[in-house]
């Protein structure tokens, strides 16, 4: 549990307008604002909690996310903009859609507009114009994939894009994007306290990776484990349908295995899964070649399933990015499928691999039923938030809460499987593949 | 949030035998047991949770779920049973095929067998014999839904289900059921303990309507939710496809409207919901007819959801009960139907309703992959407490942690949509459906 | 196989026009013109046929649909209209994406209007307006159930209808709709060349009961199959789920057991099928109930499809009819319970019934891809046929081919299982239910 | 339409054992055998069919399927097997169910025994034992993918996998598979006949590229479109997301492109379609990478199909060949991509190719229910055939009717796409990519 974290959420002002939410006796909706006091602790361990709050330290804890009583934008003259970072990711077009109904209905906000393909829509160079929208054109894009605004990757020059805002007179925006919008979102938030100028920067933490830290699920992340089942189920079966048959599936997670985990425990016919979190050798006494060998021999079909950053150290660490900052990845599904195919090739036995990359057909759905309730949750408390004149934050979730956590509180760091945690002892207990390393 | 609640474990006894989980070093599992004095803390608001522990209270806590040091059953001894009671729910086979890998794999049990249909399985004039439970049989279960122990509906005497453990020798029994199981559990408990004899009770809590006490949510209630909306889309696309269109859905939820709130957030067309927790009228002012004919004038089609729990208050109050105890309610389904043919037909416009029960087709199917893996994680910690000797609990679930609840602190208390809540102040934006009492 | 049917298509006119269809050279597409002498024949047995032929008889046969190299209607000029009627039916938007997309981009027809609510939309005192239908208005309807224009039951004036025709102007009309529909239809034609104005009709059956007469399949019965399955998935599940467990899944077929039929040999858990081709007795020596005794008896759960229009000769003949002329039939389902539940009190065994009626979870599903492609078909070939000049006609499917039939060819007949064919048979095999009748 | 095609079955002897199908009057099933004279013509063309007979000669015709009066096999003292070779394809545990169920239940055979992993299974040294097929062991087996008695490629040695079935005793061998499978039947066939014993071979065609000669539809295939329209909405979802965005799904189709064309129509959202039948030119006026800019340049993103056998001609012809004999082909997709990427670099125009290969995916689901259905007839056929004493044959479907169709008739003949017929021209429209070729 990190200690020395920022937990405070800046604003752009005093907060002086009275909400209009919850006045109308007959809509059944008053009495319902949240307060800033309102904290939720990250800790629920009943013995470090005592001990740290009976020793006088406060411990960790967010604002409360929902609705203000004070404003601090008036509805009437504000001007919103959305904007949609990276690679797709299952609800993107949902947390659209809640905010522009939560705007428009709720808050009374008429002006809102989409910034075409990521931060490249704010750069004039690309000719991007502007996207209005309003309920009626963003009410049946549930069961979309994608987003509707479109998407880039990388960077834009920060100052550009507060020109811009500037120019298009948007005081309020939403960021949905990962790591690097975060962090983008970061530096407009310090470039705009710089330049003296009141526009509002509210994240919405975006990873299919589900890897942002302190927040216990992102949206996306669930709809993503679910078809990366069926790519696993898909595996099982082609593996079961030949000797010696060996199904590969590769799937998300540059940095954390939630996805290949989480998938291997919900679909139960998984032999081997690899992650970026926990080492494995290829050959030795211990090694998944060998094990794969055993495993074989016992029951004629193996599936593995490979997060896309598993196995770094078989590559030199020359260390190249893509456009967003991302370190590029070797191929960790191609070296194993070569690796097998050395090792079984040498042992003169005969193996059929299939092997399956479903990533697109992942990252493109509509999301499920549940990240459709919670990125309608998302939406709205963002709403509340930047209409409140809160900035240079994000919309978190755990504790089975949402709440405000200040961008500074997620930076640079990221939630990673715990090697001795729950939920990879279950991944051990469900495969059986026990330790890979030689050690 | 409740002050008075017996949160202590029983135990049949001293554990004392040393478990064999995680001794195995290349299993990669070392290092991972539970002790009973990690504890989770239930309420996460900072200023209450402060001012209690200051003032020398103790919060209120659970045990963590998870692996114990220490065991108090022999496994090469034990004989286990699982039974599954009341209305199917989506995820039973999943409990039962964890339950079972994990005695079979990781405890070295045997001897494990389902009681066939619920409580009745333990009447020996039923002539049901016992299912030999391994780990093959239960391989490919995930994609059934239902039980493939089956279950039935209503109570069993006391003394012959104990009568018929001790004649089978089953000395750990899992017991997967709603409301009245686990009343039946802990009455179980109870006479086992007068009688002298030392066998385990387990709970896994099974509600479809998600209205367990303390429990923040139940398995099978994210697959339902699902489900749900695929209901309301048909009616949706009913309503719209006439003039005057009146699509209603009829889902679960005989206390608690969890599913029609949830599923209602989870498609978005819904423009009235109806649950036990609230009040409606149907005529006045602000009532739910005069309320629909606006929506017809302006829109031409309306939905409406109810839980088959709401408005009961529109039925005469002579109780009657169906066999496991449950109150046979009144049919809302069927009454909102005949009021609002009657209310248009008094006011001489055309309507055309379109009514959808989908009540069996949501509890039959199996589960989501989302409950797969919950089930998985509900399945293995029930046999870590039950190894471990504990008992007249139950596995329950909040603030993201799996802990030891016991029967007597959820027994009778039945957690319910709060009408100032979040859950149901979104369901008020979402619908814009305001009160619909007039007071 | 009929004889004296009427084969021949009306025509408005002489079709003069050239089509431009084809005349691209790098579209590609040249050379696929389809001649009004290409026919297709109906039967083919190799002895009939060639029996036919050789003693001079012609054997029934419809001209193949397809782009004709003449057009009647000079595109720039040309006002188009769709409706759609009737009960919803998957595959409708399909049907007018298709017919909308060919005009537009294939013909150059650039107005083109959906009339709304069905035949009501004709009706000036209905006030609807009409809808005008652009390639970009209905591009992304296909994953839509339902139908954008809307549908209407019921029958309305046929020379109302031609004076709103000839007000608005529209030339050529396609009307989607079943049995009432077509029946319009042909009087439409009649009435049209009664008053010597030269308005096209074209006719797309639409009947998820898939009961036109000549046609092998109609639209959206693929899917409807489909999603029968899962309601007797669900059906099986709870009926096993529970000790004399018996699913009732009531399906639609008015006249036609064909969804039953299908979806009992899709899912293959049915013990018994009901529809209203075959007569069945509920008591006596092969009767219903002796036998779902028997089949309690073996194996303790049973699942019975029921078609809506099964065993009427249950109830007395007073026919009653709803707006759209159809007979209001008497509900088999829940007669079908009564009988079950009295004879098993009489008998004194405990059952347990789960009954599922999906009918509009069913009707309101978006196409699944089978129909969508031949949903396209069936639109591309109607516009053919009506730039053609054809009238009074319909598009129809056999032997794997697109064909014109004349609406008189198919009025008043209707398919219909043939008891003692392929298709009833594999029913019988499946089911194991041999006969139910007394005789 | 062919006209030297061999149509007569062929047959192990005199068939004189009466059928006891349909003797017993309570199943309802009398009266419904067929004759080896009920013949169904190919050719549904009114002139054609007329001239032909006019002039003397018979038209192409095939041997109706359907239970037999007579048979040739005493069930009481048949031994049967089952064999499934080549790749997976969704509906080989739904044949292989029918067939079991049929032998079983309604012929009374008892011995049915599957053959492990293909024609492996008849080589000793491969070590594989005979899987018993009994009812209870393929009841549940229709939703899972892949076949439960496994598959092998490539061929082996026909006098062996005679010498096994002799040492097996098997005298009905039912073999599932393509190509590759069925030249392998006409030869055991054959051979069989050289040593005079009578061992009946009925084979059932499995090729999910629907390129059989003769045959509408084969197994599997309506599946196989439906998923790859799955993966074509993924490709066009991410192709939307960013400027310039190319989505490619490279779909199977070695020879034949009917998977890739039927999936184009069934999604709508495609701009190119690539498959064997139909040359393009990368480069040029006409050419795909021209074509691709000026699309981009108008919509700004676009997504192409390409079946895995297209633009062949762009790689040397060195033919390599697999296990099953079928040629390697190179890889169409990485070429694309490669072709494309420099196209654009050359012009300076940034892209953002997402390549989605489904392939497994696509092989390893179950059956929808469509195919369900249609593989159950298929299994029922080929048992009425085989217990007839027929053999050498497939059981075939064409004018919506089940026929027995002679090996030769198929072998070395192959189904595909008509360049100027009406599924390709509609590709043409749908997509409006126009000639590809230069020409």
Chains 1, 2, 3, 4 share one sequence.
């Not at 200040?406 to 990673?416: E, F, S």
Request: charged residues 25%; neutral net charge; hydrophobic residues 35%.
């Amino acid at each position: 549990m990190p200690s020395k974290i920022d937990t405070q959420i800046d604003s752009l002002g005093n907060a002086t307008i009275k909400s209009t939410l919850g006045l109308n006796d007959d809509e059944g909706l008053q009495n319902t604002f949240v307060k800033d006091s309102d904290r939720v602790i990250l800790d629920v361990d009943l013995n470090s909690i005592t001990k740290k709050i009976k020793s006088g330290k406060t411990p960790l804890s967010f604002e409360l996310a929902g609705p203000r009583e004070e404003l601090y934008f008036d509805s009437s003259k504000l001007k919103c903009g959305i904007v949609t970072c990276g690679g797709l990711c299952p609800g993107l077009n949902d947390v659209i859609r809640s905010i522009v109904f939560e705007l428009h209905y709720r808050y009374d906000v008429k002006n809102i507009y989409g910034i075409k393909h990521g931060l490249e829509g704010f750069i004039p160079e690309y000719g991007h114009d502007l996207v209005e929208l309003t309920p009626s054109k963003v009410e049946n894009i549930l069961n979309m994939g994608g987003s509707i605004i479109g998407s880039s990757r990388g960077e834009q020059e920060i100052s550009e894009i507060i020109d811009s805002l500037e120019r298009m007179n948007i005081r309020l925006l939403f960021m949905i994007g990962g790591d690097g919008t975060l962090t983008a979102a970061s530096h407009l938030t310090e470039e705009i306290k710089k330049r003296g100028i009141n526009i509002g920067i509210i994240g919405i933490p975006k990873t299919i990776d589900n890897d942002i830290n302190l927040i216990s699920k992102s949206f996306g992340f669930d709809t993503s484990v679910e078809i990366a089942t069926d790519a696993i189920k898909g595996g099982h079966i082609e593996a079961k349908g030949y000797r010696n048959g060996i199904g590969i599936i590769k799937l998300m997670g540059r940095y954390s295995g939630f996805i290949a985990a989480n998938a291997a425990l919900g679909e139960q016919n998984v032999n081997f899964v690899l992650i970026p979190e926990v080492d494995f050798d290829f050959d030795g006494k211990n090694g998944l070649l060998g094990k794969l060998e055993k495993r074989l021999e016992k029951r004629s079909h193996a599936v593995i399933v490979v997060a896309e950053g598993a196995g770094q150290k078989y590559f030199d660490n020359k260390k190249r990015y893509d456009k967003s900052g991302n370190i590029l990845l070797d191929d960790i599904g191609t070296r194993l499928q070569q690796e097998i195919k050395k090792y079984f090739k040498r042992k003169k036995i005969q193996i059929s691999i299939k092997y399956i990359d479903p990533s697109y057909m992942i990252r493109s759905v509509p999301a499920n039923t549940n990240d459709h309730i919670y990125c309608s949750f998302l939406g709205r408390d963002a709403v509340h938030a930047g209409m409140a004149g809160k900035t240079g934050m994000i919309i978190g979730y755990y504790n089975d809460k949402f709440v405000h956590i200040p961008l500074k509180a997620i930076a640079g760091k990221r939630k990673q499987v715990n090697p001795s945690g729950k939920l990879w002892h279950s991944v051990l207990e469900s495969t059986g593949q026990g330790s890979l390393q030689n050690i």
